[in-house]
């Protein structure tokens, strides 16, 4: 069951979400070749090979109705920063998760990645009617625990050696949630910290 039947855009004031496609990937593989990026994730998204594997995989999984990936697209200038996605969405549990979010490094830090998970968050709790999102990160990835916290979600524990990395380190994994009963006040917060009200 594709729980998404229909192509979804997401766009706020400076931030447009497209669902992903094979013409977008020459363009993420130029944005993605610093190695910091991938420095806490499962592939070695720099090589360009593994990138456009990693890519189709995710179109498959589109297909099949577990993943509904998007590039995200700098209104600004119509330049694509970066990648994220539904993942291991469940319609008859009325859960997914938010996931593979990564951007090239100029905009760390500079309030997209928040507009990028207003935009998903709204869509799943408002259109999708979930009951939870979940969104997760390396025990090791301070920044990215960090930034996931600052959109409101409460972390909910560690799974212990719960992935191996692209160079072979065994990595915990730090889970996050945000349930339907918060995401009013949740809401709330990201409309003050983006400006935008929906």
Known sequence: MNWISRP???ESKRVRLEPLAEKHF?????V???AEIWTHLSIEGYKADELRMGLKSALLKKISGEEYPFVIIDKTDNAIIG???YMDMM?????????WTWYTPAYWGTGYNIECKLLLLAYAFEELNT???????SGKNLRSQAAIQKIGAKYEGTLRNARISASGEIR???????????????????????????
Do not use: N, Y
């Open 8 to 10: 979804v855009i997401l």
């Open 26 to 30: 020459d363009e993420l593989i130029i």
């Open 32 to 34: 993605s070749t610093p």
């Open 83 to 85: 990648c994220t996605r």
């Open 91 to 99: 319609p008859e549990h009325r859960k997914l998760e938010i996931g």
């Open 131 to 137: 009951v939870r999102v979940q969104l997760k990160t």
């Open 172 to 198: 915990d994994t730090a889970m996050f949630s945000i349930i339907d009963s918060e995401w009013p006040e949740v809401k709330q917060m990201l409309q003050k910290m983006t400006g935008i009200i929906q």
